[in-house]
């Protein structure tokens, strides 16, 4: 009979597609059997049933061709938070998670307006209407089905604090939700950034995940410049903009800052020490 310790065995299969293999397993097994990672290390011994045997193989098989774990079992964890995931957005990753770790480090009023563009999935957002209740969070997007499903994660949580809009970057918000009188307190993204003939872009995870989402020109920066660029109009004086970048883009991204008259502009380095997010704020007498 087949043991939960035989099907965790199958993990050096998945070595090759995978550089958590291991953890990969464990989660697919958990998602077949519908437990949590500590039941499996609880139970080594328990004998599965045939039909759940059967969901095992089907879910390995689908990581053995390379899908990303969060599309194959619709889930992705994110911050503090439990999010759906599907193959319309970029899966939240923990490099971003250092924008909302930032952000919550500011000196922002208690009842500050945020607003978080190209919101995918929802995760800043949602991280963000979590963690500071009093805050009213926006997330735009240009995708419906983003938007759906940044809907369905909100209500999942039940974050009263956080609106979903449809809006191509700044384009739809004066009629879709007009901005606060005096601007947004903080504005936040995590827009497209890839290079267009970056050869990451047909390896791994991002083999699966819609290139709208990844790709920004040439040099990868036709997006970035957009939001900094037009984001002087929809803060306050005093407001801050944060964005995620590569790791190679940090000094153009700083530069850009810059030019839009931002100060205080800095670059942060994210868990492996490369350059992940910048940000700056908008003067008072701007």
């Not at 191509?168 to 290079?195: K, V």
């Not at 900094?228 to 903009?241: K, T």
Request: proline share 6%; net charge negative.
């Amino acid at each position: 009979m087949i043991t939960v310790t035989d099907l965790l065995g199958r993990s050096a299969e998945l070595s090759p597609a995978s550089d958590s293999a291991q953890l990969d397993t464990e989660l697919l097994l958990c998602h077949s059997l519908n437990v949590d990672r500590t039941w499996l290390k609880t139970w080594p011994d328990h004998q599965p049933q045939p039909a759940d045997i059967a969901q095992f193989e089907l879910l390995f098989k689908r990581r053995l061709n390379g899908e990303p774990v969060a599309f194959i079992i619709g889930t992705q964890g994110f911050w503090s938070l439990e999010l759906c995931v599907s193959p319309d957005t970029l899966i939240p990753r923990p490099e971003t998670e250092l924008l909302v770790e930032t952000a919550l480090q500011l000196d922002l009023p208690t009842n500050s307006q945020v607003l978080d563009l190209g919101t995918g999935t929802g995760a800043i957002a949602l991280a963000l209407a979590a963690e500071q209740p009093l805050w009213q969070v926006t997330g735009v997007d240009i995708q419906p089905k983003a938007l759906a499903l940044a809907e369905r994660n909100r209500q999942l949580h039940q974050l009263d604090n956080l609106s979903i809009y449809q809006s191509d970057w700044f384009s739809a918000l004066a009629t879709a939700r007009p901005q606060p009188e005096t601007g947004f307190d903080l504005i936040l993204s995590n827009p497209p950034y890839i290079e267009a003939d970056d050869q990451h872009l047909f390896e791994g995870d991002v083999r699966f995940e819609p290139a709208s989402a990844l790709v920004s020109g040439v040099d990868g920066l036709d997006d970035l410049r957009l939001v900094i660029g037009q984001s002087c109009s929809f803060l306050r004086q005093g407001g801050w903009l944060m964005v995620e970048h590569g790791h190679n883009q940090g000094a153009a991204v700083r530069e850009l800052f810059s030019a839009a008259g931002y100060h205080s502009v800095e670059t942060r380095v994210d868990y492996n020490r490369l350059d992940r997010i910048s940000l700056g704020c908008l003067p008072e007498s701007y």
